[in-house]
């Protein structure tokens, strides 16, 4: 593997430090450029990666709780995760990775993000064009009429699992479960048009649908700028002829990033 560009913190001065030319170059020659984020981003907000050793799927198996099956033979259990979930993302607020982000999108230097969460911390720190690949667990709906409605928080009393005032069946969170097919694909291929550069923010992307993007990014010939707390599996597979790992907490290096860029 050829070695990769990388920027990191400079804890004491609070700058980016290392290949700064590099990350200069990257994204002087951006093209079209769209993020691509997952928990990572969110983490700084409170919200535990699923997967970290206090994340859900330490309490809750995914393939048992988590998936389209579990919720149609015993919505009963799959609430109690549904709960834990609502729980988990209630009262949480935009931080600085968030702002910058939507602050990128302000000034036209980033057309739109594609996400993998489902906390709704995007649109709240201002972004408009946000694909959200996973749904949002800010309403529910009724796989049998298709009735939505707003996620309220009478949802997290224990009780009887909510159902659709139309037609009576088991609503469930606007999220898409294990089993269940992506359903922001086009809005998704839409805005990957001709995108030359991607960052890939606090995943390390390797579920899909989100693995495809980026390599659709490289196989066009463009690059990938990642910001991540380590160096992960995308880093070593390659980040393009100009990619750039830009390694630290990314509540702290967007801005910064920003910061810089603009200087």
């Known amino acids: 593997m050829?070695?990769?560009?990388?920027?990191r913190l400079d804890e004491e001065r609070s700058v980016l430090t290392g290949d700064l030319d590099s990350l200069k170059m990257a994204w002087a020659g951006r093209r079209n450029a769209v993020a691509l984020t997952g928990a990572g981003v969110s983490v700084?907000?409170?919200i535990p990666d699923f997967r970290s050793?206090?994340?859900?799927?330490r309490r809750f198996d995914p393939m048992e709780y988590g998936t389209l099956e579990c919720f149609l033979h015993d919505p009963a259990k799959a609430w109690e995760l549904y709960r834990e979930l609502g729980a988990t993302l209630q009262g949480k607020e935009p931080n600085p990775a968030h702002i910058a982000l939507a602050d990128m999108e302000r000034r036209?230097?980033?057309k739109g993000v594609l996400t993998?969460?489902?906390?709704?911390?995007?649109?709240?720190?201002?972004?408009?064009?946000?694909?959200e690949l996973h749904g949002t667990h800010s309403s529910l709906h009724c796989l049998g009429c298709g009735h939505v409605e707003p996620f309220s928080t009478a949802?997290?009393?224990p009780g009887p699992v909510p159902t659709c005032p139309a037609c009576g069946q088991?609503?469930?969170?606007?999220v898409v479960l294990f089993g269940e097919p992506v359903r922001e694909a086009a809005m998704a291929r839409t805005l990957m048009e001709r995108c030359g550069t991607m960052l890939v923010i606090g995943t390390s992307a390797e579920v899909v649908p989100a693995c495809l993007y980026p390599?659709?990014?490289?196989q066009s010939g463009g690059s990938i700028l990642e910001f991540n707390v380590e160096a992960t599996v995308r880093t070593h597979s390659g980040l393009g002829p100009n990619g750039v790992l830009v390694q630290g907490p990314v509540g702290r290096m967007l801005p910064l990033f920003l910061k810089q860029l603009s200087s």
Request: a negative charge; aromatic letters at 4%.
């Open 2 to 7: 050829k070695q990769v560009a990388t920027v």
């Open 44 to 46: 700084e907000s409170g």
């Open 53 to 57: 050793d206090c994340g859900l799927w």
């Open 108 to 110: 036209g230097d980033l």
């Open 116 to 131: 993998q969460n489902i906390d709704g911390l995007h649109q709240a720190a201002g972004s408009r064009m946000v694909v």
């Open 155 to 157: 949802f997290l009393q």
């Open 170 to 174: 088991a609503l469930k969170p606007n």
């Open 215 to 218: 390599e659709e990014v490289l």
